[in-house]
């Protein structure tokens, strides 16, 4: 459930014996010294683990306070600025934000600088969908009322079968 399990994940692939499953203590689901230690991780056991909490909860509050800060409407200027510009920025510097963190920290944990492309994919389209349902989304400003509403309906539904499909790459053997 953060980018310190995101890295450990790359880490535990990089580190895997060719061909070889995680096991649930790779995943750091259950201790080392567990019963179920050894057991291949299952990909419900890798599905929470690749959300990048420490930046979700700044991006958030970062959102919450650009969305304060659109004016209200009158009837001199009834569509002030939904500072679309600041809320893809907030977007992008938490994308980059997940990406050179889960390099960074799969690096220090390796020793090696290779480029973990499916932690990072995992982390990055997590964080997305995260930004994207959220109220104060990037693309609120674009929306109209009925596809505000259904939009991150979408997006949700759609986001359950992206990530569920890259937690079950996080959890297969690298090649």
Do not use: C
Not at 45 to 52: F, N
Not at 60 to 77: E, F, M, N, R, S
Not at 118 to 133: D, E, N, P, Q
Request: no cysteine; proline share 7%.
């Amino acid at each position: 459930m953060s980018l310190s399990a995101l890295t450990s994940i790359a880490a535990a692939r990089e580190n895997a014996a060719q061909g070889k499953k995680l096991s649930k203590a790779e995943l750091a689901v259950v201790p080392v010294g567990h019963a179920n230690a050894t057991q291949d991780a299952s990909v419900v056991d890798a599905l929470a683990k690749q959300v990048p909490t420490e930046l979700i909860a700044p991006y958030t509050a970062l959102v919450a306070a650009i969305v304060g800060a659109v004016a209200k409407p009158t009837k001199a200027h009834p569509n002030p600025d939904q500072l679309s510009q600041w809320r893809w920025a907030a977007f992008a510097v938490l994308v980059g934000s997940v990406i050179l963190l889960v390099w960074f920290g799969t690096h220090q944990k390796t020793g090696k600088w290779n480029f973990p492309l499916a932690a990072v994919f995992a982390g990055t389209i997590s964080a997305a969908l995260w930004a994207f349902l959220m109220p104060g989304s990037p693309l609120v400003p674009y929306l109209g009322k009925t596809a505000n509403t259904l939009v991150p309906l979408f997006v949700a539904v759609g986001g359950v079968v992206v990530v569920a499909g890259t937690a079950s790459i996080l959890v297969s053997p690298k090649k």
